[in-house]
């Protein structure tokens, strides 16, 4: 990997931060998301979220895979719109095995939102289990020299929020750690082609076991 897995990782929660409602979040990340020049850092790891409306999203809950995949490729416009106007955004996402039914649904979206401009690359989950000792890795967007949010989520997985977090410092130092981490791993498009495509739709008892969704947007 790209850093050592003893290495010990940046504070996070003992760090002042302004908390902002999901509301205020999107507005405030929007703020600064099409505006932004240069790399944006995005770390998932949570292997499931609560996207909302999103159509194809409900259309995997109900168990029609293949609509799902359909209404991935009608959004390529709005997908489009969603990435940065003037950045880069560069996504590593962590991934267990076996795939959650989330897993499998994201990867065939971020196999498409690489095809149209993202950067993004995985890690499997054993391999960062070193960094992870005390808890998760978080989930992060940062702007490398301005500033990161620490997204929040529920237990449903549905966005709440986010604490803005400006220390120089711990901005740039999170930066390091992701940036570390996206060297060493795997190209997604790459990775969904040789892991994901191959695999089975999702388990419908694995699909219909998932909260009903939230009636919020999509997550920023």
């Known amino acids: 990997m790209g850093i050592p897995v003893n290495r010990q990782l940046p504070r996070l929660h003992t ?19 099409h505006e932004m020049e240069g790399v944006i850092w995005k770390l998932e790891r949570a292997q499931t979220f609560d996207e909302g409306s999103d159509p194809s999203w409900n259309a995997m809950r109900r168990g029609d895979w293949r609509r799902s995949l359909a209404l991935l490729e009608e959004a390529r416009d709005t997908i489009t719109a969603d990435l940065p106007a003037r950045g880069r955004l560069r996504r590593l996402r962590v991934a267990q095995w076996p795939l959650t039914p989330y897993m499998q649904w994201e990867f ?24 992870e000792a005390r808890a998760p890795l ?22 709440t929020g986010a604490r803005r977090i ?9 930066t390091s750690v992701v940036a570390s981490l996206y060297e060493g791993a795997r190209d997604l498009e790459d990775y969904v082609e040789r892991r994901v495509l191959p695999l089975p739709p999702p388990r419908p008892d694995l699909v ?13």
Do not use: N
């Open 15 to 33: 760090v002042p931060g302004r908390l902002l409602g999901k509301k205020e979040y999107g507005s405030d990340f929007f703020g600064i998301f």
């Open 138 to 159: 978080p989930e992060l967007v940062i702007f490398p020299g301005v500033r990161m949010y620490h997204v929040l989520y529920d237990s449903r997985g549905a966005c």
């Open 166 to 174: 400006d220390d120089g410092e711990v901005v740039e130092a999170w």
């Open 108 to 131: 065939h979206l971020l196999a498409l939102r690489a095809r149209l401009g993202e950067q993004g690359r995985v890690v499997e989950s054993a391999e960062v289990s070193g960094l």
């Open 208 to 220: 219909m076991s998932l909260p009903s969704p939230s009636r919020h947007p999509a997550r920023p």
